[in-house]
């Protein structure tokens, strides 16, 4: 075990969102949530260095959408059932911890009639990672070593 701890290196952090509706009239729709994630991945917060953002979506799937985007620091799947749950799916530096609150407020403030449903986090990287990197550099040993 002590090996498989140390040989781990968090390179990323995923964040997996599930939304939904909270009206019974649905008020989503493909340009309201296009303009959500296009606003909030513009958003300073969330990319300071402003680097080159790709954007693509893919319509011809089912009654939503699907919008893959991809930029320095990061890339993001976000799925639209055409009705009222959204799933997003952001993958992060490991280093940028607070980067999925961020994003999330930012669409919670865009999308004023959905709410969280679920919040999913987990470390990414190579060597069998389960630890965070903040935690990592905060234990240099575990304490059952």
Same mark, same amino acid.
């Given at each position: 075990? !002590?090996?498989?701890?140390?040989?781990? #290196?968090?390179?990323?952090?995923?964040?997996?969102?599930?939304?939904?509706?909270?009206?019974?009239?649905? *008020?989503?729709?493909?340009?309201?949530? &296009?303009?959500? !994630?296009?606003?909030?991945?513009?958003? =300073?917060? /969330? $990319? =300071?260095?402003?680097?080159?953002?790709?954007?693509?979506?893919?319509?011809?799937?089912?009654?939503?959408?699907?919008?893959?985007?991809?930029?320095? %620091?990061?890339? +993001?799947?976000?799925?639209?059932?055409?009705? &009222?749950? +959204?799933? +997003?799916?952001?993958?992060?530096?490991?280093?940028?911890? $607070?980067?999925? $609150? &961020?994003? #999330?407020?930012?669409?919670?403030?865009?999308? %004023?009639?959905?709410?969280? *449903? !679920?919040?999913?986090?987990?470390? *990414?990287?190579?060597?069998?990672?389960?630890?965070? !990197?903040?935690?990592? &550099?905060? /234990? %240099?040993?575990? +304490?059952?070593?």
């Amino acid at each position: 075990p !002590l090996e498989q701890w140390s040989s781990q #290196k968090p390179l990323e952090q995923q964040t997996i969102f599930q939304l939904e509706e909270n009206v019974a009239t649905s *008020r989503l729709s493909s340009v309201n949530i &296009k303009n959500a !994630l296009t606003s909030v991945l513009s958003s =300073p917060q /969330i $990319d =300071p260095t402003d680097s080159v953002l790709q954007v693509e979506e893919f319509s011809d799937v089912g009654d939503g959408f699907v919008v893959v985007a991809f930029w320095s %620091t990061g890339r +993001i799947i976000l799925v639209w059932d055409g009705r &009222k749950h +959204i799933d +997003i799916n952001l993958s992060t530096d490991a280093e940028n911890d $607070d980067l999925a $609150d &961020k994003f #999330k407020d930012g669409i919670l403030q865009q999308l %004023t009639t959905v709410s969280v *449903r !679920l919040r999913d986090t987990q470390p *990414r990287g190579i060597g069998r990672v389960v630890s965070y !990197l903040k935690d990592m &550099k905060i /234990i %240099t040993s575990p +304490i059952w070593a």
